[in-house]
């Protein structure tokens, strides 16, 4: 098994639906246009900011699918296969794998609440049951369980799952993974307003949202930081940046925020799917002042 070293932006594209909540192909083609012109460096369909958990099997299939199609090879891709049903997860591995996907990403299996042996169970089963590399996702707000320490020493050995976004907001849990798993697991920042401080402490990628609709200056961190360690730059980009980013995190609308983002930069993706609903217009007025405060400092020009 070839493990990818995950570097850059890694934009998880939001899903576009139409006003009769199908999904709009033709503004998934030109979004994923966008972004690439935006200079991200690899694309994930499937995840959270995709609205993986609104869609049907057939629905999920046929985005990896277009994906795949649209990309054509200019980028490296990976695909979000959380589910509840550990067949399914299997299967949307298996899709993936025959696209030419180079890894997959996977969350514990939201409302179950497995324990933590096992937690490690299953994803000992789903890695002997798939032929790609495995990132894991830890997002205890979202799943209920935590990716914790025993856990990640009970499928240590397993070479498959090779790279964790950590998505819990502690800087501590960062801090374990440094100190206990360095080498072992890459680290990938999932975790907006830390992003600064993850590529500090060595993360080389970021799986972000927010570039959905800031390509560009998700990519000026990006290289600032990880490709010129040019610290006191990243600093002042990442303060820039912190704002519109803070309120992404802790708003409690982070996919809302996304998608009114995108329709601020001239790529509308069009409404959630219920049952999650839209912005109020107060929400939608803060969080345009923040992106056009953004805009006008030009950190990406």
């Keep these: ?23 709009d192909y033709d503004v998934l083609e030109q979004h994923i246009e966008f972004v690439i012109a935006g200079g991200v460096h690899a694309i994930m369909p499937g995840g959270s900011t ?4 609104a869609q049907a099997f057939a629905e ?12 054509g ?6 695909a979000g296969v959380n589910s509840m049903q550990v067949d399914e997860i299997v299967a949307l591995a298996g899709v993936a794998t025959e696209l030419g996907y180079e890894a997959i990403m996977l969350a514990a299996p939201p409302y179950a609440l497995p324990t933590g042996p096992e937690l490690v169970a299953h994803f000992r089963n789903v890695a002997s049951r798939t032929a790609l590399p495995i990132i894991l996702y830890n997002f205890p707000a979202r799943t209920g369980v935590d990716m914790d320490l025993a856990f990640l020493e009970g499928i240590a050995d397993v070479e498959a799952i090779c790279a964790i976004k950590e998505s819990s907001g502690s800087f501590g849990r960062m801090l374990q993974h440094v100190a206990n798993f360095d080498g072992r697991y890459q680290r990938i920042c999932g975790f907006d ?3 600064l401080d993850q590529f500090l402490w060595g993360a080389r990628s970021w799986i972000a949202g927010a570039s ?3 390509p560009r200056e998700h990519v000026a961190l990006y290289q600032a930081c990880v490709l010129d360690g040019d610290w006191q730059r990243g600093k002042s980009l990442m303060q820039t940046m912190l704002p519109l980013i803070y309120l992404l995190e802790n708003g409690g609308k982070y996919i809302q925020y996304v998608k009114f983002g995108c329709e601020l930069a001239g790529v509308p993706v069009g409404p959630m799917r219920p049952p999650m609903g839209g912005l109020t217009s107060d929400e939608k007025a803060h969080f345009q002042r923040l992106y056009e405060s953004l805009k006008a400092a030009r950190i990406a020009a």
Excluded: H, S
């Design 1 to 23: 098994m070839k493990i990818p070293q995950f570097e850059g932006i890694i934009n998880v594209i939001t899903t576009p639906f139409g006003a009769d909540g199908a999904i």
């Design 50 to 53: 995709g609205e993986y958990y």
């Design 60 to 71: 999920r299939r046929r985005v990896l699918e277009f994906v795949a199609d649209k990309v």
């Design 73 to 78: 090879g200019r980028l490296p891709i990976y």
């Design 193 to 195: 307003d830390q992003a």
């Design 212 to 214: 959905n609709f800031l």
